[in-house]
């Protein structure tokens, strides 16, 4: 089981769109619709953004959207806030009971 | 609104067992459509599941840490826990506890984390 890839570091100015790749296997992210997407501000605890690859849970902006191709999932930002500055994780179930994470992205809005 | 709160020591000497705590408060750890699990953050590095508890005391864990890990449930108090054998500097990291949906697989819920130190 080894971690998702996803890009160490991402950037984009106020208002631009900035898409997030997280890239598994085809038993992971592949082989299921069970991929979902956390921001993580240090010292706080993660917030769920997406699950199920594309769907938003109640009070997430829909400037935040998911999506999968074969086994890379994308989290795309558009209208990039200050705010979106922080830590992003993608998850997938990966089978049995097991869930694998991605190394991280550090988004920075410049 | 569920709220989840880790607890244990901040420094464990080398090859002694880390143990956490995390209580659940606002919810209930019985609920059948949810697990229970925990996920850390070594410094500077991504987050990694560690293993997850069902309230009935099935538990699933991260294959690669599988020998040193024990997670328990005790429905009494609303709390799990975790146990991690052996400890290294490698298991020094932020130690988060989190609901994770049993039918969707998400972690919607999250504890603040704790910090822990694996150190003579």
């Known amino acids: 089981q080894s971690a998702l890839t996803q890009p160490p570091s991402a950037s984009g100015s106020p208002g631009q769109s900035v898409t997030i790749s997280c890239t598994g296997t085809s038993s992971d992210v592949g082989g299921y619709n069970y991929v979902s997407w956390y921001q993580h501000h240090p010292g706080k605890a993660p917030k769920l953004l997406i699950y199920?690859?594309?769907k938003r849970p109640s009070g997430v902006p829909d400037r935040f959207s998911g999506s999968k191709s074969g086994n890379t999932a994308s989290l795309t930002v558009s209208g990039l806030q200050a705010e979106d500055e922080a830590d992003y994780y993608c998850t997938s179930y990966a089978g049995s009971n097991t869930w694998v994470f991605g190394g991280g992205t550090k988004l920075t809005v410049l | 609104q569920l709220q989840l709160q880790e607890s244990g020591p901040g420094l464990v000497k080398p090859s002694e067992t880390l143990s956490l705590t995390c209580t659940v408060s606002g919810g209930s750890i019985r609920s059948s459509s949810y697990y229970w699990g925990w996920i850390r953050q070594p410094p500077g590095k991504g987050l990694e599941w560690i293993g997850s508890?069902?309230?009935?005391?099935?538990?699933y864990y991260n294959p690669s840490l599988k020998s040193q890990v024990t997670i328990s449930v005790d429905t009494s108090k609303n709390q799990f826990s975790l146990k991690l054998s052996s400890v290294t500097a490698a298991d020094t990291a932020v130690y988060y506890c989190?609901?994770?949906?049993?039918?969707?697989?998400?972690?919607?819920?999250w504890g603040q984390g704790t910090l822990v130190t694996v150190s003579s």
């Open positions: 508890i069902y309230y009935s005391g099935s538990t």
């Open positions: 199920e690859v594309s």
């Open positions: 989190a609901r994770l949906h049993g039918n969707h697989y998400y972690f919607d819920y």
